[in-house]
């Protein structure tokens, strides 16, 4: 039987970035994720909900340790890592309700791979409606799904890479950076007082083959 080939890759939400907020005397910022690999790993997976954060506009905080920790494992070298993420604010927010929000993207998940982009869009869809269901929908400030095929990965540091939301594109779907879609999901015209500007930088470490 020919071994396996792997590579430990972890990636990790770096800082963020409140060039506006939502509400005009400050946002309170969390994020929620799940990240897994295809059967082909085992299915490995991981959840994270992030600290709240309280930001003004101009403000930059890092995430620091687990904080941002979206997945950290080992990966088959021919496997893909699926991940969905959820940016939210609101005054009222605690740390209770953001589990409860992770709680239900990870139910909504349900751990099953099927085509390339599915796992991620049902972790997203699943936090935006808890989100919606406790709080206010134009809470959520942005949403990333995304798909990361280990071959197409740098042994090493890769990034770090920044994802932008605002209220006018705040839906973000990629497939290793290589392809890119933004959908208008609020037209500011018709909703003057919902604006805002945040950047979220990420990297992807990967590390040395090895064999099993």
Same mark, same amino acid.
């Given at each position: ?13 770096? @800082? ?5 907020? @939502? ?35 101009? @403000? ?88 990361? #095929? ?10 770090? #890479? ?20 933004? @959908? ?13 500007? #945040?950047?979220?930088? #990420? ?10």
């Amino acid at each position: 039987m020919a071994s396996s080939q792997k590579r430990f890759v972890s990636i990790l939400l770096q @800082e963020v970035m409140c060039n506006r907020p @939502e509400d005009t005397f400050g946002d309170e910022f969390f994020g929620v994720s799940v990240a897994q690999t295809s059967p082909i790993s085992a299915s490995r997976n991981k959840s994270l909900a992030t600290p709240i954060l309280e930001l003004r506009g101009g @403000e930059k905080k890092a995430f620091r340790g687990d904080d941002g920790k979206v997945f950290a494992d080992e990966v088959e070298t021919d496997d893909r890592i699926e991940i969905g993420l959820m940016f939210g604010e609101d005054d009222s927010i605690t740390g209770t309700a953001v589990n409860a929000i992770l709680d239900a993207a990870v139910s909504g998940a349900g751990g099953s791979f099927g085509a390339p982009g599915a796992f991620a869009a049902a972790v997203v869809t699943a936090a935006k409606d808890k989100l919606a269901g406790m709080f206010d929908p134009n809470d959520v400030l942005g949403t990333v799904q995304k798909v990361v #095929y280990m071959d197409k990965l740098q042994e090493g540091r890769n990034g770090p #890479y920044q994802w932008k939301f605002t209220a006018d594109s705040h839906s973000i779907v990629e497939d290793n950076h290589r392809f890119e879609a933004k @959908e208008t999901l609020l037209d500011s015209k018709t909703h003057p007082l919902l604006d805002w500007n #945040y950047r979220v930088s #990420y990297v992807i470490d990967v590390g040395r083959l090895s064999s099993r």
